[in-house]
């Protein structure tokens, strides 16, 4: 059995439904092993031999014993689809709801554990590793409870027929306990091997599928074939080094069986000869019986070895399950969380906030102090990593930061529950991720329901109607894997219109009109100050012409609060700022003489 702390409830959650599997499978291998009975006594009895049970004369005689086996086959018929429905059927309620208390619990890990993950050991995890514990519940409780019911009531009648021969038949099953003992620890670690083997080679080809486009523009198909033909022939080779343990367990297994074959008919064969024994007769039917009763011994021998190298493949599945589910959950709520607190209306103040990443000393933010009041549109610039996606990282709460240094509405955002803080800001993130789904879905992300008058007047203020009724299907247009059928100009605006449904008292776009025109940015920009007055939006920009309307805006220099002001304040007092304006200017007039 599978024993381990974030499995072991489901023994009790679903024993009812083991127990009832496990009643069958005896009544089954108890009737499973009257057909050996009934064929040495038929043979006895048609050999006349005077011990025999039965007094098989003529065909009448033969028709009650044929009728019996019907009876017993059909109820094995039916025991057999009892224990496949209630064990391999629980096996399989025991994958889904440990796939979903996975799931549920990858939805809760920081932003700092998927960047040390790749996604390819993630999905290695919610594949091959559950599999292998569904395994383990499913064949792997039949295996066990099959090898002590089936295994004991076959060796115990063994025993009655002739202990001599049974006691010779048991040493190699003891051999194999033996060499069970030894392999098993061998296959867990070749299994991790394996399974290691397995992330790096999702890792890589995940890698490619997703970079086509900057392969194929550099021409390194070639180069990349070979890197994958490397990645993969590691793939092969763990994976043959665990089908070489595999196999010699299951060898064994099998040569130890036919050395037990071979003793039973010697044995048997000069018991029936009278040669060895002195008890009571042995008799043709009676090595009949017993070569049948071996024959259902068989399978659970057989099923030592594979159920050795299913429990280790599962045990070392699970150590990786359990390191996930182990792993903690950094971004919580307060013990003291302010739920009274149920929504944020707009008001931002750093408080000389500092912040470094998770597992690293370098300040990414120093001494942040900025006000940004209810209903102002502030807009944030900078060159690339002085820190700006940071800045809003931290206002969604994805990090953890010391006490009364961001505050919102003037609570201490570590105060607020998560729930409130993120329900009162909608994003628009830098990379505009964009789910394999309907347009419609895409931009009604928030809500339930899809309400198309909504998400077509959001696409409205985002710009993007006339562009989504000229596909096809229009708002029912199924975009590809990371919204691979949109350009980027596209993919901006959905998330746009996806953040803007969800009207929200704080709107962040980070980044938001990189691919877009000159026009389009000014027309979308224009729409949010109809729509959102009164409301806090916050800009993060490369352009000057995003964000030279907002109210306030933060020139933001090696993660400090370089300059802030209005656009006309910053031009006047900010050297660094002022460059940036002329510069930008300068690339305009260039692209239109072009």
Known sequence: MLLGKHVNKFYLKYGVFFLLGILALIVVDYYQLLIPEYIGNIIDALNNEPNAPLNITVLEDVVPVIIDLLWIALLIVVGRFAWRIFIFGTSRRIDYD??????????????????????????????????????????????????????????????????????????????????????????????????????????????????????????????????????????????????????????????????????????????????IGANAEFTVGNLSTYIGYFGS?????????????????????????????????????????????????????????????????ELVLKNINLTIEKGQTVGIIGRTGSGKTTMVDLLLRLYNLRTNELLLDDHDIMKLPIKTIRDSIGYVPQDNFIFTDYIKNNISFADDEVDIDLVTEMAKYSDVHENIIDFPSQYDTMVGERGVTLSGGQKQRISIARALLKKPNILIMDDSFSAVDTKTEESVIGNLRKLRKGQTTIIIAHRVSTIKEADQIVYLENGEVYAKGTHEELIKSCKLYHDLVLRQQLESELEGEE
């Open 98 to 275: 440990l796939r979903n208390k996975m799931f549920a619990h990858a939805e809760k890990l920081s932003q700092s554990y998927y960047g040390k993950k790749k996604t390819g050991g993630l999905m290695a995890l919610f594949t091959n590793d559950l599999n292998a514990i569904r395994m383990a519940f499913g064949p792997g409780m039949l295996m066990i409870f099959d090898v002590l019911i089936l295994g004991t009531l076959a060796f115990y009648k063994m025993y009655q027929l002739d202990p001599f021969i049974t006691y010779m038949a048991a040493i190699p099953l003891f051999l194999i306990a033996v060499l069970a003992t030894f392999v098993s620890k061998i296959t867990r670690q070749k299994f991790k091997e394996r399974q290691k083997a397995f992330e790096d080679l999702s890792d890589f080809t995940q890698e490619n599928f997703y970079g086509i486009s900057v392969i194929k523009a550099f021409v390194n198909e070639v180069r990349e074939i070979r890197a994958f033909a490397k990645v993969n022939k590691y793939n092969q080779d763990k994976n043959e080094a665990f089908i070489k343990i595999s196999t010699i367990l299951h060898v064994s297994v099998e040569l130890f069986i036919n050395v037990v074959r071979v003793i039973m008919l010697g044995l048997g064969a000069l018991l029936v000869m009278n040669t």
């Open 297 to 361: 011994l068989i399978w659970p021998m057989m099923a030592i070895g594979r159920l050795i190298n299913m429990r280790a493949q599962a045990k070392a599945s699970l150590d990786r399950i359990s390191e996930f589910l182990d792993e903690p959950i950094e971004i919580r709520d307060d013990r003291e969380a302010l739920e009274d607190v149920k929504e944020i209306n707009g008001k931002i103040t750093f408080n000389n906030l500092s912040f470094a990443y998770p597992e690293t000393d």
